[in-house]
């Protein structure tokens, strides 16, 4: 009975770890509404409450980023936060107090500007910054279920470099403002 049980949990964990990859890969591969989802269960999984507010591109960065606010934030805060963005001239990557900004990097696929050819815009996750306990728990479901608070925030940063799985990813701390990240360095592995 007991070889039963530790095969079931071996396959269920095999199971469980391919749906990651399955998750990493479209992650480096995307359409809009994938992206959308991806950051849903990014700000879903954060221990602070977020709401979606709105999507930001900005051409010169080659970047769209998803923007959610605290759910209790004060309608003023808000109003705060609104202005800033529709302000927003896309120099800098986003990155605001009250709120969670995931950020994809979108490439054009097919795109030849000699040949006046615009492509089809593809998304890649980058990156999202904040709290530690915001992002751990999506770190750990999705990418690294071996992690564990105490080799996390023991050295800083937390790097899963799978070569053969074709994914690579850190979760580090940031040493300006205490905010840790989640960056996805997989486009380095080619």
Known sequence: MKKVLLLTALLIGC???????????????????????????????????YVYLTSK????????????????LSDSDKKSIEAYLSNYTGRYELQLDN?????????????NKDLEI???????????????????AFYQKNIEPTATTEKTTTTGIYSTRK?????????????????WYLKNMSSRLN
């Open 163 to 179: 070569d053969k799985d074709g994914y690579w990813y850190n979760f580090a701390r940031t040493n300006t403002d205490g905010l």
């Open 15 to 49: 199971f469980v770890q391919s749906q990651n990859i399955d998750l990493l890969h479209k992650a480096n591969k995307c359409d809009l509404t994938f992206a959308k989802s991806l950051s849903d269960e990014i700000s879903t999984s954060a221990k602070t409450k």
């Open 57 to 72: 591109e900005s051409t010169y960065l080659n970047l769209v980023t998803f923007v959610y606010i605290k759910d209790d």
């Open 99 to 111: 709120c969670l900004c995931v950020h994809f990097k979108v490439n054009k696929v097919g795109e």
């Open 118 to 136: 615009k492509g089809t815009k593809e998304y890649v996750f980058d990156n999202v910054k904040g709290k530690y306990l915001d992002l751990f």
